[in-house]
């Protein structure tokens, strides 16, 4: 039996949006709504192929990390990402499009980790693994499947409360900007980013980390 993440591409997303509320991210045909970080337009090497999404690591051209024009503060996103062999990606939120200022997304941005659990040497480090808050909080189980096969995310953030979930499940559940928070961070890599996690509104990225990932039915609900 074919699960929903198996069906044509981007009919999940349309169907969601003829219901309401939801907003599609991404038509299945263009890179309209998105521009990479620090340019005005999509880096060549993001494709649309066959109604995904895709970053072509391979090209000669360049990518970046992938941008939405609009800025999200209480949100539910969903999507469905899969990974190659070996690959490393993202999905970072509540960032600042300020390239003048944060030289990347990440540092002010958080992130939901897309990985290759089984191939990328990133899934030896606690809190690196796919589903994970990278870098600070790991997932409660882990519900990831192959490189090569689609996953579905979620991201829920409202009023502070944070909740991320793969495949159906609930993986990490936090509090933002308490001083829980605070003191999670400051023990954490980004401990040097004063600005990082601080915004409680941002854009939302597709991370560029030079492997060959594929998106599809990108859709949010503002809360």
Do not use: C
Not at 20 to 39: A, E, P, R
Not at 104 to 133: C, F, S
Not at 185 to 211: C, N, R
């Amino acid at each position: 039996m074919s699960s929903e993440t198996d069906k044509p591409e981007n009919i999940i997303a349309s169907s969601a949006v003829a219901q309401g509320n939801w907003i599609s991210l991404f038509d299945g045909k263009s890179l309209t709504g998105w521009h990479s970080y620090g340019k005005s337009t999509a880096g060549e090497a993001w494709k649309v192929e066959d109604g995904v999404l895709r970053l072509d690591a391979a090209s000669a051209k360049e990518g970046g990390d992938l941008l939405t024009d609009d800025s999200y503060e209480n949100f539910h996103l969903k999507l469905d990402w899969k990974i190659s062999q070996n690959g490393n990606s993202g999905i970072i939120f509540y960032l600042k499009d300020e390239p003048a200022q944060y030289q990347q997304t990440w540092e002010t941005g958080l992130e939901m980790q897309v990985l290759d659990n089984e191939g990328h040497p990133d899934a030896k480090i606690p809190k690196h693994r796919a589903g994970d808050l990278y870098d600070l909080i790991s997932s409660s189980e882990e519900t990831v499947k192959p490189a090569g096969e689609w996953n579905q995310a979620e991201i829920i953030s409202n009023n502070g409360l944070l909740e991320l979930y793969l495949n159906g499940t609930k993986v990490v559940t936090t509090t933002l900007w308490d001083d829980n928070w605070k003191k999670m961070v400051a023990e954490s890599k980004f401990s040097s980013m004063p600005d990082f996690g601080t915004y409680k509104t941002g854009k939302i990225a597709l991370q560029d980390h030079g492997d060959d990932v594929w998106f599809k039915n990108i859709m949010i609900k503002r809360l």
